[in-house]
């Protein structure tokens, strides 16, 4: 299938290849360790997970990781769940990203950008003088490594400060965006429940300013564990009764003192969506993350001390937290507080320009709402520094391909990557060495065995099978909060396939080497035996400028059959009538298949997400199957929570 599409949309010259931080990598991993000298990228790849300790053995030397006491050996026990990484040694994440202030003291760590677009610089020194204060205050309220610290907090250069100041002292973060409800915020921070919170009074979205006062609040009465509250007076008003102000926690001038914990011990915990539950309090380690991150950012993404690292995020979305990852590699971090589209909608390009960005990420649904709205980001703006624009979240279209390299530049490389909460990093996506193809990832990343599997657990080639990881990595989770028999961490990804990681989602790996992702797995159309994933539909239907979304839902009937509705939402002025409803249909019979087109094509006043912008495929299945809302769906977790009610009475209708 995809290995008939031959020829690459981009190609790195020898050049690029030459100086390629992984073609480096590669020749001195092949006169220290063994690895291949030869074969480029496929063979560092099989060495790498063929010879998984002497890799990350490698990885560890090759950035100069500083264990303060030394490893008995790199993978004590290879079993999954429960694979334990560098048994004996200690070390600390926030020592690690804040190297570069001994050698690039006045140089910017961070740059800050509001919705004024003017990028406003944060020193090394600055950001290490900071953090040295605040750890200091964190350990004089008596945190101690392992006690949870939490952030209500935006894209801010505090949020930066806290959770290094954190880390420094063994603590382990967890954040969630201010532009969550309170009782999303508490569904997560009650199950971890922290000794401290930073939280804002308010923030700017969309040109207005939005007051969280009353919501922070409720967090304080209904976090009981809470020693200390920080505010921070982004809408400029004062602090609350009891709480600290930043200014007075920063304000010292020490340098920090690094708790030297082990490489297990927690980092932070990360959040699934939660959206049939409460969410999955996902724990990660100091020095799992540590590696795996140099690993991601130093080798896959190219970064280093010269260059800007942008990345569209909030702080409840992994990616905030893999951004912040950029300062282990010394790079500068650009954090973009605000609207994707405000004033319009190539807001993030000329952040990107006004931060001379090197590496810009954002959502393949941004990159398509920019291609509807008929922007020209290469035109319109200066993105000359831009050597590379990622995207994630969901697959990026071949039309999105083709729009970025149309629009932006020819010589750009375009990283889709895949990955997850899960592992707050990516299984598959950028290779600075590889060419790019079309609607495709360019391969699985280094130390990952990653393979597509029928459900014997058979290994396909060039056909859509289940994506799964044969081999531990270092930033699986250590475990979940409140799992003390790790029931629920072991059934949420092996209990497919005993000991092999199953994320969830449909892939298939092309016999060239690259990847295609195909939706999720567990919410994956299957009419007749032939499954389908739903990202193929909506990147066919989505091209029609009169829908502005959709989402394609196969539900399983009582008698045997199944029924597979497409929902609409037009864009402004449509009508769903029988010449749209027939271009719909014909799109995709003549796009995908006869197969993939729908039962019905229903019109939707809105398509639901959880609060991270995935669309909830299987709450709507299961509301369509009947099952009450309350039970459905974990209502703090969906951006909408009235478009639910819409598939709760057309599931009552249809019954």
Not at 9 to 37: C, K, M, N, V, Y
Not at 219 to 247: D, K, N, Q, Y
Not at 335 to 357: M, N
Request: glycine share 8%.
């Amino acid at each position: 299938m995809t290995s008939a599409n031959p020829s690459p949309l981009w190609q790195p010259d020898a050049d690029r290849i030459a100086r390629a931080r992984i073609t480096q990598f590669q020749s001195w991993a092949a006169e220290h360790h063994g690895a291949p000298a030869e074969g480029g990228y496929p063979a560092l790849h099989r060495w790498s997970v063929d010879e998984l300790e002497t890799f990350w053995k490698a990885v560890t030397e090759w950035f100069d990781v500083r264990f303060s006491a030394p490893y008995a050996r790199v993978l004590g026990d290879p079993a999954m769940p429960g694979a334990q990484w560098f048994p004996g040694a200690t070390l600390n994440y926030a020592e690690h990203a804040l190297r570069a202030a001994d050698t690039r003291a006045d140089e910017p760590a961070l740059l800050h950008v509001d919705e004024t677009h003017e990028p406003r610089p944060v020193t090394w020194s600055e950001l290490r003088r900071q953090v040295g204060s605040l750890a200091a205050e964190l350990r004089v309220l008596g945190v101690r490594p392992g006690d949870r610290v939490s952030g209500y907090l935006p894209n801010i250069p505090e949020a930066v400060v806290a959770l290094l100041a954190t880390a420094a002292v063994g603590g382990v973060w967890t954040s969630c965006a201010p532009d969550f409800g309170a009782r999303s915020v508490l569904d997560r921070f009650q199950q971890i429940e922290p000794t401290v919170l930073f939280t804002v009074d308010g923030y700017r979205y969309g040109g207005k300013e939005h007051d969280r006062r009353d919501v922070v609040a409720e967090l304080r009465r209904e976090l009981p564990t809470l020693r200390a509250v920080v505010h921070i007076p982004l809408l400029g008003t004062g602090a609350p009764e009891g709480a600290l102000e930043w200014s007075a926690v920063t304000s010292a001038d020490v340098h920090p003192t690094f708790e030297q914990v082990p490489f297990d011990h927690p980092l932070w915990v990360l959040y699934s969506s939660g959206t049939t539950g409460l969410p999955k309090a996902i724990v990660q380690s100091q020095g799992g993350i540590l590696v795996e991150h140099l690993k991601q950012l130093g080798l896959h993404c190219d970064l280093g001390p010269q260059d800007r690292f942008f990345w569209y995020t909030s702080t409840g979305w992994m990616m905030w937290n893999f951004l912040v990852s950029g300062l282990l590699t010394g790079t500068t971090i650009v954090l973009y507080d605000g609207s994707p589209g405000y004033p319009d909608t190539g807001a993030q390009w000329r952040v990107a320009e006004r931060t001379a960005a090197t590496l810009f990420g954002t959502s393949a649904a941004y990159v398509m709402a920019c291609r509807k709205a008929d922007i020209h980001p290469g035109r319109d703006y200066d993105l000359s520094r831009v050597q590379c624009v990622g995207t994630t979240g969901s697959p990026l279209p071949p039309d999105g391909f083709r729009w970025l390299h149309d629009e932006v530049r020819e010589d750009l490389w375009i990283a889709s990557v895949s990955g997850g909460t899960d592992v707050c990093s990516c299984f598959a996506g950028a290779v600075p060495t590889l060419p790019v193809h079309i609607g495709e990832l360019q391969a699985p990343c280094l130390g990952t065995d990653l393979q597509s599997w029928d459900p014997s657990g058979e290994r396909l080639i060039d056909e859509v099978g289940e994506l799964v990881v044969t081999n531990p990595m270092p930033s699986m989770p250590i475990h979940f909060w409140n799992d003390p028999d790790g029931t629920r961490y072991h059934d949420s990804y092996f209990d497919t396939y005993p000991g092999v990681w199953r994320h969830g989602d449909w892939i298939t790996l092309t016999s060239r080497g690259s990847v295609q992702i195909h939706g999720r797995s567990d919410s994956t159309l299957n009419r007749q035996g032939v499954r389908m994933g739903s990202a193929d539909i909506y990147e066919a239907v989505e091209r029609l400028p009169e829908i502005k979304e959709s989402l394609v839902i196969g539900v399983e009937q009582p008698d045997g059959g199944y029924w597979m509705p497409l929902f609409v939402q037009l864009a402004p002025g449509a009508a769903l009538d029988e010449a749209l409803l027939t271009r719909i249909k014909q799109t995709i019979r003549e796009q995908l298949s006869p197969r993939h087109v729908p039962d019905e094509v229903i019109e939707v006043p809105g398509v639901p997400h959880t609060l991270t912008g995935k669309r909830i495929e299987v709450p709507i299945k299961r509301l369509l199957q009947g099952t009450p809302l309350e039970k459905a769906v974990n209502p703090g977790s969906i951006d909408n929570l009235d478009l639910l009610r819409f598939y709760e009475d057309l599931a009552r209708k249809r019954a």
